[in-house]
């Protein structure tokens, strides 16, 4: 007999929920009995296009509407109070990165919850994409040799999202040190764990800048590099360069590999025989997977298969796993070490 269906209920219906609703609108292991937003045609649009019961109010939905599992999908300033009031309503929480501003904070949440029997989660979706899968699969069989470096690079025109940068409104991450490129660290922090294993960052060094000179926006340049069980680490964000896209590069003593998880990109090299024709070899398997992943591509936006599908995996680990008691796809150890990673780039931001 399968399990019964969790109650799930959703607090902040904007942009970022919509994957999320429409996974618990048609998950058999999730039944969707709340949808809270401050706006009332939001929460009023989400509960009659995916289900549930539209509230304004989100401590009257967590009384009301007895959720076993609650998404915090709202800015990052509120995700403390609000996961706090979740785990003290009795439910399971699932947060959108970053689930706190602090390691502090992180700790705090996660004490809370276990001392109730309950369990919280940061989201990091990016983590059970095709692409990383595949090259995490690569780099456990060995494939690209032993592991020597491993880069995430994020080129992202976050200086003209008026909410970062318009003196107008409020900064969703105003309170983070870092600003919009803290908001962005989880997932490119995670990524690397994920390619390089779980261990404590040691002999790291940050730089920042601001090319675009915004005093609201602060720092729009990051480039950190670190080691990870002796694999030197990189990350590089930038609201300048261009193209934008967010890659994800793997280097090791027999081949190196490097995926874009905004486009179809795949480009794989083999450590070289020495024969003359080899450069050439490369530069052919190259070229037939860019075609493969241009044809696949078009195929995946036609299919809705967006840059977010990893989600959809996620979000069916963790549900299983809390229907089945068994260790959530991303448990406290890694978003901790994660999140004291975070805390030591932060501590570098001007």
């Excluded at 039944?31 to 009659?48: F, H, K, M, N, Y």
């Excluded at 840059?307 to 008691?325: D, I």
Aim: glycine share 8%.
């Amino acid at each position: 007999m399968s399990a019964r269906p969790l109650r799930a209920a959703v607090i902040g219906a904007g942009a970022i929920a919509h994957q999320h609703l429409q996974f618990l609108s048609t998950s058999t292991s999730a039944e969707l009995v709340g949808v809270c937003d401050r706006s009332p045609a939001l929460s009023t649009w989400a509960a009659d296009t995916f289900g549930g019961v539209a509230f304004q109010d989100s401590d009257v939905m967590l009384r009301e509407c007895g959720a076993q599992v609650v998404h915090i999908l709202t800015p990052p300033a509120s995700h403390l109070a609000l996961a706090t009031a979740a785990l003290e309503a009795g439910a399971h929480v699932l947060v959108e990165k970053p689930l706190a501003a602090t390691l502090a904070e992180f700790e705090t949440l996660y004490d809370a919850a276990e001392a109730r029997g309950l369990t919280v989660m940061e989201n990091q979706n990016y983590r059970f994409n095709d692409q990383i899968l595949e090259l995490s699969s690569r780099i456990r069989s060995g494939e690209l040799g032993a592991l020597v470096d491993a880069e995430v690079r994020l080129s992202l025109d976050f200086a003209s999202d008026d909410r970062f940068s318009s003196p107008l409104l409020n900064s969703p991450v105003g309170h983070l040190r870092g600003g919009a490129i803290r908001d962005f660290l989880p997932h490119a922090v995670g990524l690397i764990f994920e390619l390089c294993g779980e261990a404590d960052p040691t002999d790291l060094h940050a730089s920042w800048w601001s090319l675009k000179k915004i005093e609201r926006l602060g720092p729009d340049e990051l480039d950190v590099v670190y080691d990870v069980k002796g694999v030197r680490c990189r990350i590089r964000v930038s609201a300048s360069t261009k193209p934008e896209g967010f890659r994800v590069v793997a280097r090791g003593t027999g081949g190196a590999t490097e995926v874009d998880l905004f486009q179809p990109v795949d480009l794989r090299e083999s450590a070289r025989d020495g024969g003359a024709l080899s450069p050439l070899i490369d530069q052919i398997k190259a070229g037939t997977r860019l075609v493969t992943g241009s044809g696949t591509g078009l195929a995946k936006k036609v299919l809705q298969h967006t840059p977010y599908h990893g989600l959809n995996r996620l979000l069916g680990h963790y549900y299983h796993a809390l229907q089945t008691g068994t260790a959530l796809p991303l448990e406290r150890e890694q978003i901790l070490r994660c999140a004291g990673c975070i805390d030591q780039i932060a501590e570098t931001a001007p």
